[in-house]
């Protein structure tokens, strides 16, 4: 069984706080990539990721999109009509709906019937406890009716370290929802219904290895609450945001990037995510991926919306990349679909 707190090293070579790094301190991960002889440019144009807005019924600490209650930004219908047109006319097979919570935007089920009546994959980022949310009764139905794939977060199978990253109570409401979508079929073999978890490291460890872990999970959740899933996706949090900012606080910051640093590893970079998709923003912006639409580093040298562009052009660009990057690279690799390598 894996600590799932995050604290397995088994294969990496985690540094304490206070000592000193072992890589120069100067090294950026343009450069890191350069002396490998590597370029990172988008291969293809496969997903569209879509962040229709910031609201969100949590706020947890990991957060990167720092959505909580209180945020305002929502995505409208013309954006929303704009992006469907540009869908038309690509040949996206998948598009990745994420927030805050996606299920929040007034036009979230709008959005997903046009998309389905394309005959393109709907995948929507949940975060399980949505669910109960007032008028939020019929949405494991509507999921179940449009074929959605779900990707739900649950940081760990343990109640105590669920609470701590996403408030009281919430791993209490996730367990309620993950057994009422398994009621319906999600998550069951042969239903076609697919059900993913997400874990997140507390702290300032790397994940553990995904395969071993996600036996851990399935065993325990199967024990516990007769609970089944899909798959497990591990996911590296990003030292920016909310996140960067509780590593700043607590003046762990530089010890948490010495890490994704002396971990990076050379074998992720042909799978990273933004070789194969773009991120939108709710206005309609166009980033290399979701990290750097939080970071404000548009794909082109001014901010430029997705429709004003021919899906084409988007193949073969060069990819923007800063220091967060190495989130991505370190160990076993990070991106929206779990490890990589």
């Not at 604290?7 to 990496?12: A, G, I, P």
């Not at 930004?73 to 047109?85: A, G, N, R």
């Not at 299920?103 to 389905?116: A, C, D, G, K, Q």
């Not at 057994?179 to 059900?195: C, D, K, M, P, W």
Request: net charge negative; glycine share 8%.
């Amino acid at each position: 069984m894996i600590d799932v707190a995050g604290n397995s090293n088994e294969v990496l070579q985690i540094v304490e706080p206070g000592q000193p790094a072992e890589q120069d301190d100067f090294t950026t991960f343009a450069t890191r990539v350069a002396d490998h002889g590597q370029v990172l440019n988008r291969l293809c144009l496969d997903t569209l990721q879509i962040n229709v807005g910031k609201l969100c019924n949590q706020a947890c600490h990991h957060c990167h999109v720092d959505a909580s209650p209180i945020r305002t930004e929502i995505m409208t219908k013309e954006t929303v009509d704009h992006l469907l047109e540009f869908l038309s006319q690509s040949k996206v097979q998948a598009v990745d709906l994420t927030g805050g919570a996606p299920e929040l935007n007034p036009h979230f089920r709008y959005f997903v019937e046009r998309i389905r009546q394309m005959g393109i994959k709907v995948m929507v980022r949940c975060n399980l406890t949505v669910i109960f949310e007032p008028g939020m009764e019929d949405l494991p139905a509507f999921y179940k009716r449009h074929d959605i794939e779900l990707v739900c977060s649950l940081p760990c199978y343990l109640e105590d370290n669920v609470d701590e990253q996403r408030g009281r109570g919430v791993y209490q409401k996730s367990i309620d929802a993950l057994r009422t979508l398994n009621a319906i079929g999600y998550g069951q073999e042969n239903s076609g219904l697919f059900l993913h978890l997400v874990y997140n490291p507390v702290g300032t460890s790397l994940p553990p290895g995904q395969e071993e872990l996600e036996a851990d999970y399935k065993r325990e959740l199967k024990a516990r609450f007769g609970i089944v899933f899909n798959s497990l996706y591990t996911i590296t949090n990003m030292p920016i945001k909310r996140f960067g900012d509780f590593l700043k606080r607590r003046g762990l910051y530089q010890h948490y990037m010495n890490t994704l640093v002396q971990n990076f590893n050379v074998q992720t970079l042909n799978g990273v995510m933004c070789r194969s998709l773009v991120s939108i923003d709710w206005e309609g912006n166009i980033y290399d991926c979701d990290f750097n639409q939080m970071l404000e580093m548009h794909t082109f040298d001014q901010p430029m919306k997705v429709w004003d562009l021919i899906p084409e052009e988007l193949i073969g660009d060069k990819i923007r990349v800063g220091n967060h990057c190495f989130g991505c690279t370190a160990g076993a690799g990070s991106s929206c679909g779990g490890e990589l390598v």
